[in-house]
């Protein structure tokens, strides 16, 4: 499934992966929460939505960098989060923080 999270370093990572944990980097021990991402295409936005089953929803005041490894960054979309997937069209723009 497409996961993200904000690492305990403040990035955002993204995955194709079964649990949210797989995403954690290599000498880090939690995260500041998850969900899940899709691209939407007809709209021309990556869109970020729900939560993390075991870390809880994403915490966007520790976001600090986005990597786009595996989201193409060359599609240019931005990113905007939902807090459910289903019925709500309420998107809140992915703003780092200083």
């Not at 944990?21 to 998850?34: A, K, Q, V």
């Not at 295409?41 to 986005?66: M, N, T, V």
Request: proline share 5%; hydrophobic share 35%; glycine share 12%.
């Amino acid at each position: 499934m497409n996961k993200f999270i904000i690492t305990e370093s403040g990035v955002l990572e993204f995955g194709d992966v079964q649990l949210h944990r797989e995403l954690i980097p290599h000498g880090e021990n939690t995260c500041h929460g998850g969900g899940f991402w899709r691209i939407n295409h007809q709209r021309g936005i990556i869109e970020l939505y729900g939560r993390s089953f075991d870390f809880g929803a994403p915490e966007w005041s520790y976001l600090k960098r986005i990597n786009e490894t595996v989201i193409p960054a060359s599609l240019g979309y931005p990113m905007f989060y939902k807090r459910e997937f289903c019925g709500e069209e309420i998107l809140e723009p992915i703003e780092l923080q200083q």
